[in-house]
């Protein structure tokens, strides 16, 4: 199964760049509570936007998590693929002082499908998450803090991402 998945991160990979006006990748510092564990790890994905409205702008994002234990094993807990909604874009906003060029805070909020590879075998999840500490500039994004949480068979499990970076290189 995560041959499978690896194989549609390729085919994203090589495909985007064949109709996207924005396309991306990202790493991120994030973690995880699950019922069963927790862990620390980053994350990375690809991003794709194909619009810049100033109010609702959507982009879609296929994110694969990894974490390591004690022996530096590198696993991959969940893939996620996310429609991410900007809620709007503003340059005037109270946290000017954060860079010394001007960026854009564009806080958003993200709904998508993700399948879990932790616990006891391959299960779907549904995920959610908030950044309200995102900002842009007309190459990168940049959040801090952004809980997100997945719901799965099992119930609930939340986590943090410290810090999410994003580069849109097309």
Known sequence: MKRFWLFLVLVAVLACPLSARKV????AKDGEKTEDNAYGGFSAWLAYEPFEFKFGNPSLTLAMAME?????????PSVTLAVNVDLFRTLHHP???????????????SLGVQAR???????????MSVSPF????????????????TY????????????RFTWMFL
């Open 134 to 149: 995102k900002f842009s500039q007309p190459d990168f994004w940049y959040e801090a803090l952004s809980p997100f949480f």
């Open 68 to 76: 390591s234990d004690e022996d530096w094993d590198i696993s991959i």
């Open 117 to 127: 590879f932790d616990g006891d075998g391959n299960r779907p999840a549904l995920y």
């Open 24 to 27: 991306g990748f990202g790493v």
């Open 152 to 163: 799965a068979s099992e119930g609930w499990s939340w986590g943090v991402a410290l810090l």
């Open 95 to 109: 946290f000017w002082i954060i860079a010394h060029n001007r960026v854009a805070w564009d806080p958003a909020l």
